[in-house]
């Protein structure tokens, strides 16, 4: 009987079938030779730092930690080197958008982790929204606080469509300092943050597909809306959900 060989999640990256192959020789299945490794000598995490030594990054308390604030120049350093690594491996604006939504996907579930962590820690009995408005809230405000420093600045239901849902950011801190060529003005950066508002929506049990538009205005001209689709199962489960 033959068996499917799984399919690997698109969002992260496996070793390929050569590097695999490759690696078949290190496996001991098969081998007729008996052997033995040597039992690893304990080691202590607890030890103490050096005097002078700055502490350990992985040591730090991460509720002392939720109010520290990141360099704004560092992260936009960061960002636009990202970007301009991104484009130089892909094949147009759509392969670029898509793989910042990767990369943003990877944070959000993260973030998401770690926001649920600190709830858990800071009250007797954490809250886990299972309506969908109440967990775009959430996100609207706390999410992009953690993330941006400060919350959005609305959030709109589209008229035509009821599965489709809008995050307005006017000024995105993500892109601030990024400046697109002309000829990729269709480009919007902030798929980076669609990617993280989809991980947050997958990982509290609305699945959507999130994307970014440059939707600029003349107060606003870096103006972008997040434009989350969601699932005909989370509709569903609205509809069921209503009193």
């Not at 000598?41 to 991460?62: E, F, M, V």
């Not at 604006?93 to 990767?102: A, F, G, Y």
């Not at 299972?130 to 606080?145: C, D, E, G």
């Amino acid at each position: 009987m033959a068996y499917n060989q799984p399919q690997p999640h698109p969002r992260f990256s496996v070793l390929s079938s050569s590097s695999l192959s490759s690696l078949e020789h290190l496996s001991p299945v098969g081998s007729s030779t008996r052997f033995s490794l040597p039992s690893a000598p304990s080691i202590s995490t607890t030890s103490a730092p050096k005097p002078g030594q700055r502490p350990n990054i992985y040591d730090r308390n991460l509720n002392k930690t939720r109010a520290a604030e990141v360099s704004a120049s560092a992260f936009a350093f960061l960002f636009s080197e990202l970007v301009q690594y991104t484009h130089k491996r892909v094949n147009g604006i759509n392969d670029l958008e898509r793989r910042l939504n990767t990369l943003g996907y990877r944070v959000g579930m993260r973030v998401l982790e770690l926001m649920s962590w600190r709830a858990e820690g800071s009250t007797k009995a954490p809250k886990r929204e299972i309506r969908f408005l109440p967990a775009l809230m959430n996100i609207h405000t706390h999410v992009w606080r953690a993330v941006f420093g400060r919350p959005a600045d609305a959030i709109e239901k589209s008229v035509q469509n009821a599965d489709e849902y809008m995050i307005i950011d006017n000024d995105p801190p993500i892109t601030r300092h990024i400046s697109v060529p002309r000829d990729m003005s269709s480009l919007s950066c902030s798929s980076f943050t669609a990617g993280i508002v989809e991980a947050v929506l997958d990982g509290l049990g609305f699945p959507a597909r999130v994307t970014a538009h440059n939707t600029p205005t003349g107060q606003y001209p870096g103006r972008t809306t997040i434009l989350i689709k969601l699932e005909q199962s989370v509709l569903d489960r609205e509809e069921a959900m209503k009193p």
